[in-house]
């Protein structure tokens, strides 16, 4: 490589050399950009560490899956403002239908086991809340998850949350993620917890369930906050597992 000297700005050649040819700072700027990108490679974003993420489809099986979810009326009773009735066919394919409109809806789902299965079986969805095109200026979303009882206490629930986390800073640009959780549901809101959500309001008396009045309290993350917290695990903001 030739070594670059000073340069004699009253030599008439040495100046218009530098002139027509490629600036020191032209130069600095391309090998900074070549450097950056080498970084960053094509991947599949749907992967975390033991799970993988796919679209809800319109097949039989997805919606026994989706029905199989939403029947579970323990779970839907710590999840669900809706006044809890009997989950039918016709109430699960509309929720299917909210999934493929949510900004991000996904089965969270176990690996394949062969290479021609984009991913294994489900165990749960996860949801991020698509807001209106006037809104979208704000950057922020709510998530919501399911995990199928016989698959719970596994930590896939933890694990697709954080996953989720990294999708909406680092994939959709958002700015703020929030969760929600009632103020019965102490499993939830520990959880949140754990996971760096800071809790930020709450609404009094927002829902009745079982002769009683209970508090949705809402739980929060931003971008600065999340990134700050995978610098301090020593974690790839690039990658997704």
Same mark, same amino acid.
């Given at each position: 490589?030739?070594?670059?000297?000073?340069?004699?700005?009253?030599?008439?050649?040495?100046?218009?050399?530098?002139?027509?040819?490629?600036?020191?700072?032209?130069?600095?700027?391309?090998?900074?950009?070549?450097?950056?990108?080498?970084?960053?490679?094509?991947?599949?974003?749907?992967?975390?560490?033991?799970?993988?993420?796919?679209?809800?489809?319109?097949? /039989?099986?997805?919606? *026994? =899956?989706?029905? @199989?979810?939403?029947?579970?009326?323990?779970? %839907?009773?710590? &999840?669900?403002?809706?006044?809890?009735?009997?989950?039918?066919?016709?109430?699960?394919?509309?929720?299917?239908?909210?999934?493929?409109?949510?900004?991000?809806?996904?089965?969270?789902?176990?690996?394949?086991?062969?290479?021609?299965?984009?991913?294994?079986?489900?165990?749960?969805?996860?949801?991020?809340?698509?807001?209106?095109?006037?809104?979208?200026?704000?950057?922020?979303?709510?998530?919501?998850?399911?995990?199928?009882?016989?698959?719970?206490?596994?930590?896939?629930?933890?694990?697709?949350?954080?996953? /989720?986390?990294?999708? *909406? =800073?680092?994939? @959709?640009?958002?700015?703020?993620?929030?969760? %929600?959780?009632? &103020?019965?549901?102490?499993?939830?809101?520990?959880?949140?917890?754990?996971?760096?959500?800071?809790?930020?309001?709450?609404?009094?008396?927002?829902?009745?369930?079982?002769?009683?009045?209970?508090?949705?309290?809402?739980?929060?993350?931003?971008?600065?906050?999340?990134?700050?917290?995978?610098?301090?695990?020593?974690?790839?903001?690039?990658?997704?597992?």
């Amino acid at each position: 490589m030739d070594q670059i000297g000073p340069i004699n700005l009253h030599d008439s050649n040495a100046t218009n050399d530098l002139l027509e040819g490629p600036s020191i700072f032209t130069l600095l700027l391309a090998l900074a950009l070549e450097l950056a990108m080498s970084t960053i490679k094509p991947f599949n974003p749907f992967r975390s560490d033991r799970l993988v993420y796919r679209a809800v489809n319109d097949t /039989s099986e997805d919606e *026994a =899956f989706v029905h @199989a979810i939403q029947r579970d009326a323990e779970a %839907q009773s710590g &999840s669900s403002y809706g006044l809890l009735r009997p989950e039918s066919m016709n109430d699960s394919k509309r929720f299917k239908e909210h999934i493929a409109k949510s900004l991000l809806g996904v089965l969270i789902c176990l690996p394949p086991t062969s290479d021609t299965e984009i991913a294994g079986e489900p165990v749960g969805i996860l949801c991020l809340k698509s807001n209106p095109p006037a809104l979208a200026v704000h950057r922020w979303t709510d998530i919501s998850i399911d995990v199928l009882r016989q698959h719970q206490g596994k930590g896939y629930g933890s694990e697709a949350i954080r996953w /989720s986390l990294w999708w *909406a =800073f680092q994939m @959709a640009g958002l700015h703020r993620v929030q969760i %929600q959780a009632f &103020s019965f549901n102490i499993g939830a809101m520990r959880l949140y917890q754990r996971l760096c959500f800071q809790a930020e309001d709450g609404i009094r008396d927002h829902m009745f369930f079982a002769g009683g009045w209970h508090d949705n309290l809402i739980y929060g993350i931003l971008e600065d906050e999340w990134r700050d917290g995978q610098r301090q695990a020593r974690s790839d903001l690039a990658s997704c597992a």
